[in-house]
């Protein structure tokens, strides 16, 4: 059963422009996200995180927003420069100290054009 | 910082083998995490180390065995293999239990 899911298997976009890269939940109790940028041949890096008491996040060009009624989060590049162009996983999990998994989304491919 | 590391990076191995995959955590972190990723899909949890103990698991079953040894690294074991173990194996290590996640590049396991 798929907690997490990205029904976006891929995405282009103009270099400058914004991209949007979707993810939607059905776990209530999920109160902590991340995105994860993945290159290939290389491991998943962290790019930022929410936690369910904000509904904003922002980090330099990149900015994360929680709908918590909607369970559906967001991650905005802007702009999107071809650099950014890997797959992107959102992932959450539950509750604090009980060393439980994270649950990620099977990745959106975005691809920035020049 | 030294980041994760694992190894191999690919390994081919035929069903019935046994496998043994190496992990070493981040400088630090005292948490370690695997995850199984298949081809178009996303890392699913096989099961983590909290101060060589396990620490929770996920939807794996037994011939999925793990260690953490005391300078944190860890292994993971997988016995009598089969196709659909083929996939990418990553290990992640962090902070603590529920923190973020630090990947390292992973282990191709093709089994044939």
């Known amino acids: 059963d798929q907690q997490v899911k990205q029904n976006s298997p891929s995405l282009s976009v103009q270099e400058g422009r914004i991209s ?14 991340l995105w994860y940028k993945k290159y290939p041949a290389e491991g998943p890096t962290f790019l930022i995180s929410i936690s369910s008491i904000k509904d904003k996040n ?3 060009r990149f900015t994360v927003f929680l709908n918590k009624s909607a369970k559906h989060l967001s991650l905005h590049i802007v702009p999107s420069q071809p650099g950014d162009s890997a797959v992107y996983f959102c992932a959450a999990t539950v509750g604090q100290n009980t060393g439980n998994q994270f649950y990620f989304g099977t990745g959106t491919s ?3 054009i020049p | 910082e030294t980041g994760v590391t694992q190894s191999p990076t690919h390994l081919i191995k035929t069903r019935g083998q046994q496998v043994t995959l190496r992990c070493s955590s981040q400088s630090g972190h ?3 995490s695997w995850y199984q990723q298949a081809l178009g899909q996303g890392p699913q949890f096989i099961f983590q180390y909290y101060r060589e103990e ?3 698991r996920g939807n794996f079953p037994p011939r999925f065995s ?10 993971l074991n997988v016995n009598a293999l089969e196709l659909d173990d083929s996939a990418l194996y990553l290990c992640a290590s962090s902070y603590s239990p529920n923190e973020k996640l630090f990947f390292g590049s992973g282990t191709q396991l093709s089994v044939l």
């Open chain 1, 20 to 33: 949007i890269l979707n993810c939607d939940y059905t776990n209530s109790m999920f109160d902590y996200f």
């Open chain 1, 58 to 60: 922002e980090d330099g």
């Open chain 1, 110 to 112: 975005l691809t920035v």
């Open chain 2, 30 to 32: 005292n948490t370690v």
């Open chain 2, 54 to 56: 396990e620490n929770g």
């Open chain 2, 66 to 75: 793990g260690l953490q040894f005391p300078n944190y690294s860890s292994e």
